[in-house]
């Protein structure tokens, strides 16, 4: 059993001041020219309100993995604009990017991304450092969240000692640090096994509602998908939403 946190003390910092999280805008990425051009996405719109939940399905190859980098800003359209907390990402530079996505963003992948070297309450606690919070503020709430996730036992465990569930409970726990506006998932139980991906991806819905931190998901599971509000499927290069 987990314990709950407090919804009222864990909402994001500019949600309110931001009619949209995202905004698309005839979004095209090709790649290759002449002959071999490969259109990957085409023509993408879309608009992301606060606090959504949101699956991105599509087959293999189908540029879901590609579209979410271009959304939080780690990848660039070959046309259109994305504008991330009311700020288009075609007027940043990399260190505007990556400034906005240090103060709005959450990622969790497929692979945990925890630092070897760094015990559970370290790698958690490291984003907020590098934010320049200080280490007293930035361990407290490491540990809130460590404990949420049942993993108060678990705080100055290295990642080799953790299994593939406790780690990817501890980078949820990095994910969410930050108190981002949105979190973005790669398949985030794609290493783990059925019951064990169950139980992470409660608690990633379980985390979304009490931050109320808007989520887009990417998956490949049905199921999954089905527990978000709102299913954007890519098919052919084109994003169209599922009734």
Same mark, same amino acid.
């Given at each position: 059993?987990?314990?709950?946190?407090?919804?009222?003390?864990?909402? %994001?910092?500019e949600t309110a001041h931001v009619e949209n999280i995202l905004e698309v805008h005839h979004l095209s990425k090709h790649v290759g020219q002449g002959e071999n051009r490969l259109s990957i996405l085409t023509g993408v719109e879309l608009i992301v309100k606060p606090a959504q939940t949101i699956a991105l399905i599509g /087959? !293999? $190859? !189908?540029?879901? !993995?590609?579209?979410? $980098?271009?959304?939080?800003g780690l990848d660039d359209g070959t046309e259109g604009d994305v504008s991330l907390m009311g700020k288009s990402l075609n007027a940043l530079d990399e260190e505007g990017r990556a400034a906005l996505r240090a @103060?709005?963003?959450g990622f969790v992948f497929q692979s945990f991304m925890l #630092?070897?070297?760094?015990n559970?309450?370290? *790698?958690? &606690?490291?984003p907020a450092l590098l934010r320049? /919070?200080?280490?007293?503020?930035?361990? +407290? @709430?490491?540990? &809130?969240?460590? &404990? &949420?996730? +049942?993993?108060? /036992?678990?705080?100055?465990?290295? %990642?080799a000692q953790l299994s593939g569930g406790e780690q990817q409970r501890v980078a949820l726990a990095r994910a969410f640090s930050g108190r981002p *506006? #949105?979190?973005?998932?790669?398949?985030?139980?794609?290493n783990l096994d059925r019951k064990t991906g169950e139980r992470i991806v409660d608690l990633l819905f379980s985390l979304n509602r009490d931050y109320a931190t808007t989520l887009i998901l990417v998956t490949h599971d049905e199921q999954l998908a089905a527990r978000c509000e709102r299913r954007l499927r890519l098919v052919d290069g084109k994003l169209r939403e599922d009734a």
């Open positions: 059993m987990f314990a709950k946190t407090s919804p009222a003390s864990a909402t %994001p910092s /087959e !293999s $190859g !189908s540029g879901k !993995s590609t579209l979410l $980098g271009i959304l939080a @103060q709005h963003v #630092v070897p070297t760094l559970a309450l370290e *790698n958690v &606690q490291l320049g /919070e200080s280490d007293s503020h930035s361990r +407290g @709430q490491a540990e &809130q969240l460590l &404990q &949420q996730l +049942g993993l108060g /036992e678990r705080l100055h465990h290295l %990642p *506006n #949105v979190l973005f998932a790669d398949e985030p139980t794609g």
